[in-house]
């Protein structure tokens, strides 16, 4: 075992000896490794420390990059200074597809805070940030198309805090900040439901909220007030909006919105939500998301979707994030069976696992309890992504974990609930299955405790979890 070795390589084949450093930092390390072009396959590298040196070969820029950040975890310190133990790794990833999800709807994060976000996620191999731009509560996005919805819906967040939104500039900044860390920003215009903020400029798209009585129970719990027409909402309820699919302009408004999100997004994806669509009824859901799946087929990248889009009819191509539970309800293993049996292929982010804004346990001041919560460190942990839902390895592109921000107001809260769990979810993308050498719980948790040191050396207020015997 290394300590703080996470996500676990493929292939460690450890030797006797270590190789002195006369760094003064860590991530000084890096500066000493010799690359070559190697083999590896896509993102893998292989990595070997010895008498000679430090040696990386890859066969991509990312393979070489993730090989670095391995290089990074290894190096540990003694009272002669730091040293990398004798190595020969092997790795590559078992997933395509490494993300991690911000929700900054609910609560806004600054460019910064998403920049931080993207190095350490990057130095854990992840390798897309899902960015949810727009809710209920606002309109993240500044579009020279349509400045007027993130001029009218994103001036608060949930509980009256402060606002913002993106500028283009902005966007570029972070896609940048991204791909200079292998990833691709994958971003989400959330339909049918969850937009009560765009009627606060566009009502005639719109349709009046609909106050279930699982809306009236939330408001009841949580205060905030129920939505009204028109009015920023600054409350936690969701499913009570609706875009009106009988709207004559909202095909037109989709194309635009979706047309300039592509001209700002690289990637191949956009994610155009379809959860909780609660206050839309089955026929108007189908109506809405055709038109969104057309919107994004005329920009030619692949639509992703939640998993509640296999009720209506995706292409093939389609990507289907999934974020039932563990064990799936009857209700959720039908729409997979629907999306799966149209050819598509999926993101994991089981809620009872993967959802980083669950309270960790009932001492936990922020978060939330919904999806079978509290989810302590070792839930995040104990799954694997080859027996969640009913759909052969071949189809599942990877796990994506989520953090939505209804109780998460600032940095040091977001860190708190993102770390340690992230690591789980690093693990559960690219490590071996579960039950591999070093993939059981008892293994990872002693990796963690070393790598809390680095994460206390980066500044990184992760939760000292008393399930991890931190150093
Ligand atoms: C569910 S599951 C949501 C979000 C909430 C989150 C809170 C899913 C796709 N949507 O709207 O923010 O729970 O945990």
Do not use: C
Not at 131 to 147: G, I, M, N, S, V
Not at 397 to 415: F, H, K, Q, R
């Amino acid at each position: 075992m290394i300590p703080s070795l996470v996500p676990w390589p493929a292939e460690v084949g450890l030797r006797q000896g270590a190789l002195r450093l006369d760094v003064s930092e860590p991530r000084a390390v890096l500066a000493r490794a010799r690359h070559a072009r190697g083999d590896s396959p896509q993102e893998g590298y292989r990595l070997r420390i010895d008498a000679d040196g430090i040696r990386i070969d890859a066969a991509t820029p990312a393979g070489a990059f993730y090989g670095e950040r391995t290089l990074r975890q290894l190096v540990s310190r003694d009272a002669e200074g730091y040293f990398l133990p004798f190595v020969d790794i092997r790795d590559t990833p078992r997933f395509a597809h490494r993300g991690i999800m911000l929700d900054v709807a609910r609560h806004f994060q600054s460019v910064e805070v998403v920049e931080r976000l993207i190095e350490r996620a990057a130095d854990l191999k992840f390798n897309a940030l899902h960015l949810h731009l727009t809710d209920d509560q606002a309109w993240r996005l500044a579009l020279e198309t349509h400045p007027e919805l993130a001029r009218h819906g994103s001036a608060t967040s949930i509980g009256g805090d402060a606002g913002g939104f993106y500028s283009v500039d902005d966007v570029r900044r972070i896609v940048t900040h991204a791909a200079r860390h292998h990833m691709v920003v994958v971003p989400e215009i959330d339909l049918p439901g969850h937009t009560h903020a765009v009627g606060l400029s566009h009502p005639e798209l719109v349709a009046d909220p609909v106050l279930a009585p699982s809306v009236v129970e939330v408001v009841e719990r949580f205060g905030g007030g129920l939505p009204r027409a028109g009015a920023p909402y600054t409350g936690l309820a969701v499913g009570f909006s609706s875009f009106d699919a009988h709207a004559p302009r909202l095909e037109e408004f989709l194309h635009e919105v979706f047309a300039e999100v592509a001209s700002l997004f690289p990637g191949p994806y956009l994610h155009l939500g379809g959860d909780e669509a609660l206050g839309t009824s089955n026929e108007d859901y189908r109506s809405i998301v055709d038109m969104a799946v057309r919107a994004v087929a005329a920009t030619g990248r692949l639509p992703i979707a939640w998993h509640e889009a296999g009720a209506a009819d995706l292409p093939r191509e389609a990507v289907f994030q999934y974020w039932g539970f563990l064990s799936p309800t009857d209700e959720h293993a039908e729409l997979v069976d629907r999306a799966a049996s149209r050819g598509g292929s999926f993101i994991l982010s089981p809620a009872d696992a993967v959802y980083l804004d669950m309270k960790y346990d009932e001492e936990t001041a922020a978060g939330l309890t919904w999806a079978n919560g509290p989810t302590s460190v070792e839930r995040s942990y104990s799954w694997d992504p080859s027996d969640v839902i009913a759909v052969p390895e071949e189809r599942i592109l990877g796990v994506e974990a989520a953090v939505w921000t209804e109780t998460i107001a600032d940095e040091a809260t977001l860190e708190h609930m993102v770390f340690p769990r992230i690591a789980s979810a690093a693990e559960a993308a690219w490590s071996r299955p579960l039950g591999s050498p070093e993939r059981s719980w008892e293994r990872f948790r002693d990796r963690l405790a070393g790598l809390g040191a680095l994460w206390d050396a980066e500044g990184i207020r992760f939760f000292r979890s008393p399930e991890i015997p931190w150093a």
